[in-house]
């Protein structure tokens, strides 16, 4: 019975687009709301176990033994009415399966190379991944939508002790929790926002703000983080060390920085409406035509197209769209996905075509019914 929830809770994490942090939390924000432009908060812990060498230097036979703990102290969670937890070994699955992990959000870029004893469990709501043996032994993430890094902490911070009533963390008491990299020693925690930013970037202020952002220690990253590019006027923005910092102080500095961003975006958009009305109303409906009628759409454009529809939703140009949808096309308009709803392997034109489609019928069909 458990071999078949697992297999259930597998094909439905692989086949919906839909997940916490998709979920908007008010479907009908009013104008100048957090969650217009915040999509999501993330909080990530990350955690070894005493007295073992860090995953990169780990034999399979201690491998398997740092698993084997760690499983037993995610069955804790459980028995402690923490939800429910699918756990997923990632040999176990194909690239194509670890790339749909990835485009939800699900797991790190690290895990998809399922290197030996790598491993995920993701709570049923998935709010919650536990990554484990990616470069620390355990990662604890919680993912929420809109703009609460707090509530994202207050759950993952649970889940911590939780988990440590069972488990035998390395700390130093001057050093805080070790970690593999010195700069997530200490707390361990890193805090992130999901933003939509396109104010800021078509009023060209981006290379500003983004560059005040190391100055207060924070950084800038694209939609799946670092390495990844802002595509869709979309950044995710978090903290980039944890030594000698506490919870509070990383939490606190993020919504300082966040309250500022979105007060630099408020005004942007403002000024865009004031002094470029006419282009912007022209673009959001542009794009929806486009995504509604076009036949062939590359990743970039699309990404471009629905950050202005979203614009558009916000500003109140356009009605009728559900904010869920829009996040919820982020994911489904990615490769994996796309391949995974065709049923087979596609090159860049075919993903262009059926990308056109998803758009054609979730854009189209969202309209009409207004």
């Given at each position: 019975m458990q071999k078949d929830n697992n297999t259930t809770n597998l094909t439905r994490l692989l086949t919906s687009s839909a997940s916490a942090w998709t979920s908007s939390r008010s479907q009908?924000?009013?104008?100048?709301?957090?969650?217009?432009?915040?999509?999501?908060?993330?909080?990530?812990?990350?955690?070894?176990?005493?007295?073992?060498?860090?995953?990169?230097?780990?034999?399979?036979?201690?491998?398997?033994?740092?698993?084997?703990?760690?499983?037993?102290?995610?069955?804790?969670?459980?028995?402690?009415?923490?939800?429910?937890?699918?756990?997923?070994?990632?040999?176990?699955?194909?690239p194509l399966q670890r790339s749909l992990l990835l485009e939800k959000h699900l797991i790190s870029r690290e895990l998809t190379q399922a290197l030996e004893n790598q491993a995920v469990a993701i709570r049923e709501d998935e709010a919650v991944a536990l990554m484990l043996n990616e470069e620390d032994h355990l990662r604890i993430q919680c993912l929420l939508p809109g703009f609460q890094p707090e509530e994202a902490w207050r759950i993952a911070s649970e889940i911590d002790d939780l988990l440590e009533e069972k488990l035998d963390y390395a700390f130093d008491p001057e050093l805080g929790y070790l970690t593999t990299c010195p700069s997530n020693a200490g707390t361990g925690l890193r805090a992130s926002v999901l933003l939509h930013l396109p104010g800021i970037i078509l009023t060209k202020q981006q290379d500003m703000l983004l560059a005040q952002l190391n100055k207060v220690g924070m950084t800038a990253r694209g939609f799946y983080g670092e390495g990844t590019k802002a595509l869709g006027h979309i950044f995710q923005v978090s903290n980039q060390v944890t030594l000698g910092l506490s919870e509070d102080n990383i939490l606190q500095g993020l919504k300082s920085v966040v309250s500022r961003l979105l007060e630099h975006e408020r005004q942007a958009r403002s000024r865009l409406l004031q002094e470029k009305g006419a282009v912007i109303e022209d673009q959001v409906w542009?794009?929806?035509?486009?995504?509604?009628?076009?036949?062939?759409?590359?990743?970039?454009?699309?990404?471009?197209?629905?950050?202005?529809?979203?614009?558009?939703?916000?500003?109140?140009?356009?009605?009728?769209?559900?904010?869920?949808?829009?996040?919820?096309?982020?994911?489904?308009?990615?490769?994996?996905?796309?391949?995974?709803?065709?049923?087979?392997?596609?090159?860049?034109?075919?993903?262009?075509?059926?990308?056109?489609?998803?758009?054609?019928?979730?854009?189209?069909?969202?309209q009409r019914e207004v």
């Amino acid at each position: 019975m458990q071999k078949d929830n697992n297999t259930t809770n597998l094909t439905r994490l692989l086949t919906s687009s839909a997940s916490a942090w998709t979920s908007s939390r008010s479907q009908s924000c009013e104008p100048g709301q957090d969650d217009q432009i915040v999509l999501a908060s993330r909080v990530r812990l990350a955690r070894n176990l005493a007295g073992q060498p860090f995953p990169a230097h780990l034999s399979p036979e201690i491998g398997q033994k740092v698993v084997a703990s760690l499983f037993l102290a995610l069955r804790h969670l459980e028995m402690a009415n923490n939800g429910k937890y699918i756990l997923l070994k990632m040999k176990d699955l194909t690239p194509l399966q670890r790339s749909l992990l990835l485009e939800k959000h699900l797991i790190s870029r690290e895990l998809t190379q399922a290197l030996e004893n790598q491993a995920v469990a993701i709570r049923e709501d998935e709010a919650v991944a536990l990554m484990l043996n990616e470069e620390d032994h355990l990662r604890i993430q919680c993912l929420l939508p809109g703009f609460q890094p707090e509530e994202a902490w207050r759950i993952a911070s649970e889940i911590d002790d939780l988990l440590e009533e069972k488990l035998d963390y390395a700390f130093d008491p001057e050093l805080g929790y070790l970690t593999t990299c010195p700069s997530n020693a200490g707390t361990g925690l890193r805090a992130s926002v999901l933003l939509h930013l396109p104010g800021i970037i078509l009023t060209k202020q981006q290379d500003m703000l983004l560059a005040q952002l190391n100055k207060v220690g924070m950084t800038a990253r694209g939609f799946y983080g670092e390495g990844t590019k802002a595509l869709g006027h979309i950044f995710q923005v978090s903290n980039q060390v944890t030594l000698g910092l506490s919870e509070d102080n990383i939490l606190q500095g993020l919504k300082s920085v966040v309250s500022r961003l979105l007060e630099h975006e408020r005004q942007a958009r403002s000024r865009l409406l004031q002094e470029k009305g006419a282009v912007i109303e022209d673009q959001v409906w542009r794009s929806y035509g486009i995504m509604s009628q076009a036949r062939l759409l590359p990743g970039k454009e699309f990404m471009e197209r629905l950050s202005y529809l979203r614009l558009g939703l916000d500003l109140g140009i356009i009605e009728g769209i559900d904010r869920s949808l829009l996040n919820r096309l982020l994911i489904e308009a990615q490769p994996a996905f796309l391949q995974q709803a065709k049923g087979q392997e596609l090159d860049q034109l075919e993903r262009d075509k059926e990308r056109a489609k998803l758009a054609n019928i979730r854009i189209g069909k969202t309209q009409r019914e207004v």
